[in-house]
Structures are given as structure tokens and as C-alpha cells.
């Protein structure tokens, strides 16, 4: 065999390794195959809320938009944020607000629940104040004793002046009053104390039963202390939550924070819907309902569901798959 023979032998070897049908032979055509059509599944269905959205009292007037949110869970900030913003829209419904008037006379540092608290506490020690005392003696007010039982009273004129410095305390001055409410009692109570020791009989045993009864206008001071410590608490807590908490009409209150609230609120979503005209709504997903009615720019929350919710009510409440 000469070289010419032997290159065209390699040649046509090397082509075959190139072709597929050299190598593999072809199925037959009524083969059956390994591989099988792919079944898909059924379309799951999608859980829905309806009902119908009833509004009693709440202004239908430049209403932008009425929409149900349906939420599974709701943070503690946010179910809190919820109830200021509609405590604070009810007091526009009504047209009276509560706190208004007390931080136009107290401030607005310090919570409405905690400024009633400590109003109420103290005319509680108002209410106590401690009555001008008496003892029996016999002694008559030239101090000598007759044999015969009468009263002396404490000093008159100490508790006139008592009486009126407890009376004249008000949150406002409190922490201005006490202080020097309590330097005129040492100060009286320094001077007692000497008098005890006066060779007028009488006068001495008057300024005995006044020194005792001075002793307790000084415990109840220490009660309008801890009344003070409880507004400095109390001033301290509203300045830790942040200004938002000052404001004390909605329209403050949720423009500063109403955008956020509605992320909040978004947040914890699993559907929504616009309310039609009739009141009626459909919407993906089941949970706890929010009712956002828009007007303009601001939004108002209300939770159908909650006890003290009266304005707003769902029936005809359904929820299927």
C-alpha cells in the first residue's frame, strides 16, 4: 500500500469520529420514550374578606377615599399610634378636647392621663388638710390652774397661715412652693420650741399642742413631695416618647406622623380594597381590618373591631376561599 492509500484511509477515519451518525444508531420511530407530560397542579384558591362598611358620624364631606386594609398582626407602637390618632379625631367629632384646655392651664409637658391623675391627687390632699387641734387643761390663760377643765386650741393665727400657703399649691408653682413651704415650718418649728420653754404657763402649752400639731402639716408636706417627685416622673416620661405625644389635636398629630403610620400599618398587610359607593368591599386575604377614610392629604384609622369603636362598623362580614 503506498502513501497515497494510507492518507486517504486516515482522512476518511478521522471524518467519522466528526459525524454523529457514525457512532449512534437512530431510534425507531414507535420507540417509546422514558419521559411522560408534566400534570399540572390545580390553581390554589385565594382566601377573600367582604361586608358591607357602615359609617355612622363620621363626616362623608371631602372624603377622598374609603379603604379596608386587611392586617395579620399589628405592632404594640403601631396599635398604640392607632389609638391616639382616633382618641384625637374624636375630640374633633365632638368638638371637645380635654387636653387642649388642660395644657392651655398646666403645659403641654405632661400627658393628659398623668395631668388628671395628679389633679385628682391633689385635691385628695387638699381635702386633708390637717384641723387646728386641742387639749384639755386646767390651766386659765393667766396660767394658773383653777382646778377647772378647758380647751387649749393650737395658735389660731399659725394655722390661718398654713391653711392658706396649702391652699394657694397648684401644679404650676408646686415646685416653687414646697420648698419654701417647708423653711417656714423649720423656722416656726425652731421658734415653738423655745416658746416651750416660757415661764408663762399657758403660752408654753400652747406652743406645746402647736408644735404637735405643725409636726403633722409637716407629714402631710411629705405627701405633696412625692406628689412632686410624681410630676417630674411624669414630665420625663412624655419628653422620652418625643414631641409627637404633645400634640393634642389630630390634625398636629397626624401630620407628623401620619405617612409613617401608614407604612406601619402597610407593613403587616395581606390585602386591601377602595369601599364602593354602597359601602360594600372585597378583598384578597383574612385578618384584622383597618378602616383608612383619606381626606386631602391626611388619613383617619379606625378598627371596626374594637370595643370602644361605635362610628364605624363592618356587617355582612364573610370570608371564604
Avoid at 402639716?217 to 405633696?224: A, F, I, P, S, T
Wanted: with cysteine; charged share 25%; hydrophobic share 40%.
Amino acid at each position: 500500500m503506498n502513501a497515497k492509500q494510507i492518507l486517504c484511509m486516515v482522512s476518511i477515519s478521522a471524518a467519522c469520529l466528526f459525524m454523529p451518525a457514525c457512532s449512534e444508531p437512530k431510534s425507531a420511530p414507535d420507540e417509546a420514550t422514558d419521559e411522560s407530560p408534566v400534570k399540572k397542579e390545580p390553581a390554589s384558591s385565594v382566601a377573600k374578606t367582604s361586608g358591607v362598611l357602615l359609617l355612622d358620624g363620621v363626616p362623608k364631606e371631602d372624603v377622598t377615599l374609603i379603604e379596608v386594609i386587611i392586617v395579620s398582626k399589628l405592632d404594640p407602637e403601631t396599635q398604640e399610634r392607632l389609638n391616639r390618632q382616633r382618641q384625637l379625631f374624636k375630640y374633633k367629632l365632638t368638638g371637645i378636647n380635654p387636653e387642649q384646655r388642660l395644657a392651655s392651664v398646666y403645659g403641654s409637658d405632661i400627658s393628659f392621663e398623668d395631668t388628671t391623675m395628679l389633679l385628682a391627687a391633689m385635691e385628695k390632699l387638699k381635702a386633708q388638710f390637717v384641723d387646728q387641734i386641742t387639749v384639755d387643761t386646767k390651766l386659765n390663760e393667766a396660767g394658773v390652774d383653777d382646778d377647772r377643765t378647758r380647751k387649749i386650741p393650737s395658735d389660731h393665727i399659725i394655722y390661718e397661715k398654713y391653711k392658706k400657703l396649702f391652699k394657694a399649691i397648684t401644679l404650676e408653682n408646686m415646685e416653687r412652693a414646697l420648698p419654701f413651704i417647708n423653711d417656714s415650718i423649720r423656722v416656726d418649728s425652731e421658734r415653738l420650741a423655745v416658746e416651750i420653754n416660757s415661764d408663762d404657763a399657758y403660752a408654753a402649752k400652747q406652743a406645746e399642742i402647736t408644735l404637735r400639731w405643725l409636726k403633722a402639716v409637716n407629714d402631710q408636706l411629705k405627701q405633696y413631695l412625692k406628689l412632686a417627685n410624681a410630676q417630674i416622673d411624669a414630665r420625663g416620661r412624655l419628653a422620652k416618647k418625643g414631641a409627637l405625644w404633645q400634640a393634642n389635636t389630630w390634625e398636629a398629630f397626624v401630620g407628623m406622623i401620619g405617612d409613617q403610620l401608614t407604612r406601619d400599618v402597610y407593613k403587616y398587610s395581606v390585602g386591601s380594597a377602595i369601599v364602593d359607593s354602597d359601602g360594600t368591599f372585597e378583598s384578597e386575604g383574612q385578618g384584622q381590618l383597618i378602616i383608612r377614610i383619606i381626606y386631602g392629604s391626611l388619613s383617619v384609622f379606625f378598627i371596626p373591631d374594637a370595643p370602644s369603636e361605635t362610628r364605624v362598623q363592618v356587617t355582612e362580614l364573610k370570608t371564604s376561599q
